[in-house]
């Protein structure tokens, strides 16, 4: 299985939109700095997920939820 995810931290008003298959390892390496983007931003609490069957799906969705229509999708559900 795989995850897409949507972070946010905590401290500032950002999010990060992943997939793994792996999700508590994955959030884990995020919130211990091991990710570029999201070592200044630290730390990390996961707000939303979905988990689909192969890689190819998962990358396909975190694609999509880093446009600008996935970006309204996120907003309207996370609220």
């Not at 983007?37 to 630290?42: L, V």
Request: hydrophobic share 30%.
């Amino acid at each position: 299985m795989y995850f897409v995810y949507v972070l946010k931290s905590i401290n500032h008003n950002k999010t990060y939109v992943g997939y793994t298959n792996n999700l508590n390892r994955r959030i884990e390496e995020h919130n211990k700095g091991r990710s570029k983007f999201t070592r200044t931003y630290k730390p990390w609490q996961l707000i939303y997920k979905e988990e689909y069957p192969t890689i190819s799906e998962a990358m396909k969705r975190e694609k999509y939820l880093k446009t600008s229509a996935g970006r309204n999708f996120l907003k309207k559900i996370v609220k």
